[in-house]
């Protein structure tokens, strides 16, 4: 016979009969049917199940407590560790749920799908760009504090950028970092469309640089500096560099092509000139 499990947030059917051991809860819509692994006659609810209607996201919904041992804190830290490691193409709610030593559907307790995961670790991430205390008065050296951490946080966690790209939704920290970039600009600029130009154009640098640096560790410095010799001490283009048609590119091919970390240099370039398009107050 069939009865009807009412849950705190959802209803299922559980199948009792003598001819299915194992029961199959049936969804009503927008639940899913699926094999639980209770003994027969034991009616439960899905409140392990992701309800794909639930509407807004992640940091709204009430968190599960089925588990005591399984928090979402676990999960998207073990899913950091998982992207820091091997990628973020390697994060996955199997793989998760291997690393944590639970069943996968256990998750949804705690996520309604991937991208609550996703959305989870670029805010954890963001709360390490975030500094503590007060920023300084000066914005120029707020600016520099925030621009670097931000440089630091992107290279230990290099999917950080990639991410970015899937457009994950702005969590809290990811508020309190645009709050405390728009803090250190209003030292300097007065209304607010300048100052989001302020720290747009700090954060494309940043980014650009730095994803240049990771590219650069991909390769292995030794192996970008052997590829760089080796195009010095290619015959044609000492050949080249003879003729006179390059002598801007000449001087560093006699010098040799040394790779510098010049992250500050072009950071204060570039504060030097929004300092002189605003002024210092």
């Known amino acids: 016979m069939f009865s009807l499990v009412a849950g705190a947030s959802s209803s299922v059917v559980v199948i009792r009969s003598p001819l299915v051991r194992t029961p199959y809860r049936f969804n009503r819509t927008p639940y899913r049917a699926v094999r639980t692994p209770y003994p027969y006659g034991v009616s439960v609810t899905i409140s392990d199940m992701a309800d794909v209607s639930r ?91 925030i621009t670097r951490r931000e440089r630091e946080v992107g290279l230990k966690h290099p999917w950080m950028f990639e991410l970015s790209r899937l457009s994950p939704r702005v969590g809290p920290n990811g508020l309190r970092h645009a709050e405390q970039s728009l803090a250190a600009a209003s030292r300097l600029a007065d209304d607010p469309e300048s100052m989001l130009a302020i720290i747009t154009t700090v954060d494309y640098y940043m980014l650009g640089y730095t994803l240049r640096e990771q590219h650069v560790r991909e390769a292995g410095m030794d192996g970008l500096q052997r590829a760089q010799t080796s195009l010095v ?11 006179g048609e390059f002598p801007h590119l000449k001087p560093l091919f006699d010098a040799g092509i040394v790779i510098q970390d010049d992250f500050e240099q072009g950071l204060n370039w570039l504060l030097d000139g929004i300092e002189h398009k605003y002024g210092r107050k």
């Open 55 to 145: 509407s807004g996201d992640v940091w709204t919904r009430p968190r599960g407590g089925r588990r005591p041992k399984l928090t979402r804190e676990a999960i998207i830290e073990t899913a950091v560790n998982i992207a820091d490691a091997e990628g973020l193409e390697a994060v996955s709610i199997r793989r998760i749920a291997n690393e944590l030593g639970v069943r996968a559907m256990s998750l949804y307790t705690h996520i309604a799908a991937k991208q609550d995961i996703l959305d989870l670790m670029y805010d954890q991430v963001a709360e390490e760009v975030l500094l503590e205390g007060e920023l300084p008065d000066d914005w120029r050296e707020a600016m520099l504090r």
């Open 233 to 243: 001490e290619q015959e044609y283009v000492r050949i080249l560099m003879e003729t």
